[in-house]
């Protein structure tokens, strides 16, 4: 599974570090981690780890392969 | 042999029946009260947070929180650092009743854990919990009747205890928002529970909302408006106009962590005011971007200091020290807390980072000192380990993969046993999975061994066991790590079914023991008690009853408590067996009963000691011809264990089986039933014994009396009192009336055994005076026999004895002493001698009151109305009825009840 998922705010290179697992790139107000995501754990793993780092998810989505 | 070292102090000295311990004092208050795992920080988890100066108290959310009071659940429901605690703290400290506070951790894993810390902390509360409640021991789960058995009390309080649960978010084990709504619900209005969660709980928040019966603060309420910003950046000296205040609000979402550290970042600058406008301007992750720059603007050392700490929950200065190589940081770590820069206090001089910065300066520590953190936790580790702070040593040693440390630490602090029993057993196996085949030494193996003897792999087990005891030969080693070895080779020996080595291990543990320091033996009592089981279970395998008995019974009588639960259970359980294979119905149904109220009362569900005590019930409900009865006993059994490696339970199970089909009249399955088929090292003559019993019962039963016979003449312990009786009776129906009496006539000088041994002698005896043409002395015989029977409600050897015998039953006057009991007929007679059996356990109030309505004839659902509880609520209470009583049925019950004049 590969995923999208939109962070709302400009994240620091430090902070990327923390999802060594996706690439990035910064747009528009805006981060966008992309990468593998090995299964549905992997998913709700990420989503904690952006909470306990006070990001915003704006928007999540698969990607076609 | 008697074991000759006196075990640990809190065991009594007491050889006599051990269930008598197990009802009184020894369950008091005292023992619940004591911290369930024995952390030394615990307290700084059963406490709110103190306030910073900082902090902006909001009456607008304290009202809205006042409600709380008058709903069952309240639920404050956030974002990292958007003031939630705080909140909840500062509300619990102006309501000017005790409230009892737990914070959960990433760490603790199951539900047995989580309710073992709820009780705590209720119980540190105040709240008044009568111990019969008990307290999980098995870490993965918590027995239902517990939780019933606490609802129940909570609901019967004047005062609802208020139970707050913060980082709920964090307590992922699956069941446990099932068991809270289960308690919460029963507890009615006793219990007014609120949860501070950075996710919505599993709870079904839709009823309580429907109902109205939830308090609810979200997010949205708990943002900051621009007024309540303005007070907040007056707290940290920052004047600006609303303008400004509105455009940061609108920044940060009114969120308190960015607002926080915004008052933080521009407190610093040169011009405040400028450096807001630019950060409103900007457009970067707030939290991301604010820590980094506040983190900036503290000294090299400072920041050096925020990142080392960074890696732990919970640090001291002495700690932080640790972790620094620097010396005097207490006031250093003082002024942070002061200034609200990150650190939080805990009390009892330990402070936490804010767990959002905390994560947002490990993610620094990362980048700045890549490989430092696996260094940090071993300095960590190695601190907590000196400080005897074992469970955070260990999780620091595995965070920093150093296993030799690990399981070093372990096992020098004496902890093996609790890999076996007590609440961490799951989480130290799970820890030490971790650990991967490179790793070598004394150390490591024996915590592999441990490991997998625990998990029943017999093969493995040896085998690391071996390796171990390989690296001990080599270098003399600690002996604390010998002595691990020791309990270990008891397991092995108690498995293997082998007394010998079993002896050899605990009289090398009563060598070692005086090596080690005592405060490691005494803070281990689960260590003596296993090792005394496993002897006793050895010694119980190869037949010697007297020298088991006195093993068990120092297991059995020491203090109930969570981390011998097992043990104790486990030795109850072979106590039972011992009884039953005596002959004492009576005693071994009571000291079953008692082990599996200790099942209960600390919700274990690891066999073989649920298992035994289960069993030995069946086995005395074939022997008072309730076969259904013992029919579901073994079946439950069966459940509980499918993979039931050790010899005496294999033996008892095939054991009762067999007995069961033969009663059933299938002799053909009951001889396929007997064999245990368990390698052992020594043969067990009980296991021996009934085997060649029901072998022969077989073969008679198909009409080979020779090859019957034979059967019984090839057993070598025919003069053991214990089996003599009923091979004496198998001789006699294969016909050989010799070897019987033979075998009865040996018998008469013993007294050890009881009515099960000399109610079938009797039989013997009677039966070959009326082959003799003896009536009168088979009358006489019959009539002692059924008076000795009658008490213990022992019916099979009748049932068995034959049709000639069976018609001499059915005249008077031996008529009139089976009646009622034994043959249908005549009113039940009440033996004089006949004295009830001491309640084994008080009933609770409301079990008294489910009592009188059941004696009113009143239906389960009717007395649910009438109490105004649920059905199974109902059910719950009637089975732990049943289990206090001894019996089976309502009208059982309420006749036992009146018996005692409980009613």
Redo the contacts between chains.
Sequence with gaps: MRYEIRIDGLMSETLTKAFPELDHVRMSGQTVLFGRVIDEAHLYGLLTRFQSLGLRVVEMRQLPE | MLIEWSVVQCFTERGGDPVATSNGNTRGPAVAAADPLGEPFLQTRLAPPGRPATFLRRSRLLEHLDQALDTPLTMVNG???AGKTLLVADWAAGLGQPVAWFTNEAGDQGAGVFWAYVLHALQAAGVPLCADIGCPADASRVDHKLLARLADELSGHDRPAILVLDEFDRQTAPQTAEQLEFVLHHAGPGLRLILVT??EPLLPLHRYRAAAAMTEIRDAELAFTPDEAADLLELHGLRLPAEATRALVERTRGWA??LRLCAMAARESEDPEAYLREFEA????????LL?EVLKRQTARTQDLLLRVSVVDRFCPALAEALTGRSGLEPVLAGLYRQNAFVEDVGHSWYRLH??FG??LR??L???HPGLEPELHRRAGQWLRATGALPEALAHGAAAGDWEFTAGAFVDDLAIGQLFTGLRADDLAELFARMGPEVTGAAPDVVRAARDLAEHDLERGLNHLRLAEEHLAEEALDPALRLSCVLLESLAARLTGSPSRAEKAVATAEELRHEVPAHLLDKHPELTALLLTHLGSARLWAGSFDEARAALSEVAGCPSGVATALPRQDSLGHLALIDYLNGWLGRAERKALAALSETEQFGLHRPPGADLGRLVLAAVAVDRDDLGQAQALLEEAADSAPAALDPVTAAGRSLVAARLLLARGDPRAAAAAADPAVPADVASPWAEVHTALVTSAAHLAEGRPDTAAKVLDDVPYGTEPAYAAELAWAQLAAGNRDAALDLVDHLRTRSRTGPGVSVCAALVRARAAQEAGDEATARKLLARALLEARRERLRRPFLDAGPRLRHLLDTPPLQSLAAGWLTPGGPAPRAPEERAPLVVEELSGREREVLVRLAQMMSTEEIAADLYVSVNTVKTHLKSVYRKLGVNRRGEAVRRARERGLM
């Design positions: 974002s990292a650092g950075r996710t962590a960015g900007g457009r970067s992750a707030v939290a991301d971007f980094a767990p959002l994560e947002i993610a620094h990362r980048a700045r």
